[in-house]
């Protein structure tokens, strides 16, 4: 059984987490690579925090960014559907006690389709595992 991120009342909002990476489909996406923006919301009680001001009682958001940069920069697959997936698992290991669960909204930013100028988002919502 998953938690409900719903369920948590407070949420982090990070935004426009930006890196350079080789995931697509196209053989030329892989040597030359794209930019890629995150938005993410943690959902994570953060009532310890707010009474305490204290760093350890949250989810330091310093390691959120790293996490989505490194993984951008580092991982390379065929689809945007698998990085944002491995960036919402990442996420989740961050912190197995506190965070509830993790929306990423990934945005490939100039994707190589003819007569297309827009973007492509992935919006997936992840939780974690009740571990009884």
Known sequence: ?????????????????????????????????????????????????????????????RAAIETVKTTIQSECFDLVERLAQTIAERLLQLDRQRLLGVNVQLTKEAAPIPDFGGAIMIDIERTQAKVE
């Open 1 to 61: 059984m998953a938690c409900d991120p719903k369920n948590a009342s407070d949420i982090i909002h990070l935004r426009g987490i930006r890196s350079y990476g080789y995931t697509g489909f196209l053989p030329e996406e892989k040597v030359l690579g794209q930019w890629f923006s995150v938005d993410l919301k943690l959902y994570i009680n953060l009532n310890a925090a707010g009474q305490s001001d204290d760093l350890s009682d949250t989810l330091d958001y």
